[in-house]
């Protein structure tokens, strides 16, 4: 198993945002995760990057508890993440960006990890020496999910991607996240977008106010109404 939580705590000081929470994702599938606003979705990717302070639990890579190692190490292990918001470095150009995303890569790694985000997003490369504040939603999106490519990642940890962008680069964002999964990526999606995640997703965990409250395929989710009702808001 490529990944596997087991008892996940994490939170904020005295804020607990996540309890008790188990999940595991091999290479080649998507887990999902949904749940409404304040759930703890985001908490848990930032807590597996090492970013968000874990309280409890373990994270096993490949099989080794990674729990007390910096986000840095985390990246050199093969995770990566696009943050919710995108995180973008609006005063640097493309090119810097993706740069940003291999800094503990190696050269060569760096250089193929670049190469391979312009392949994905050929607007990007258009783009190279643009200042990143200037591109279009769309366009940043890509650069947040280019620049987590370039490390290399097996492990691709995905926060909101759909979020406030128009229905055509949606589709091409997520285009890009079926094309990873089918080469062997492990991911850990957080949508709000129900649809788009049940389309990519094997698994789906939906989490209520930090605890994990269903558990299923994303076929079980899709067929499932009192699922989709009861936790995600639509009927
Ligand atoms: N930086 C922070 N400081 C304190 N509490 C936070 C912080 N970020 C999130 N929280 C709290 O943690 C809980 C989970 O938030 P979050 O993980 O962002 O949920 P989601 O991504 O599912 O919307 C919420 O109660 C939220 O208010
Ligand atoms: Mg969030």
Known sequence: MMLEVRGLGAGYGDIVAVR??????EAG???????????????????????????????????????????DQRIKLGMAIVPEGRRIFPDLTVQENLVVGGHVSEAATLAAGTAQAYEYFPRLKERTGQKAGSLSGGEQQMLALGRALVSAPRLLLVDELSL??????????????????SEGLAIVLVEQNTEHALAVADEVSVLEAGNSVWFGTAKEAAKDSAITAAYLGTA
């Open 164 to 181: 406030g962008l128009m229905p055509r680069i949606i589709d091409e964002c997520y285009e890009v996240l079926a094309k990873l999964r």
């Open 20 to 25: 008790d929470f188990s999940f595991s994702v």
């Open 29 to 71: 599938k998507v887990l999902a995760l949904l749940g409404a606003n304040g759930a703890g979705k985001s908490s848990t990717l930032m807590a597996l990057m090492g970013i968000v302070q874990q309280k409890a639990g373990e994270i096993l890579l490949d099989g080794s508890d990674i729990s007390m190692l910096a986000a």
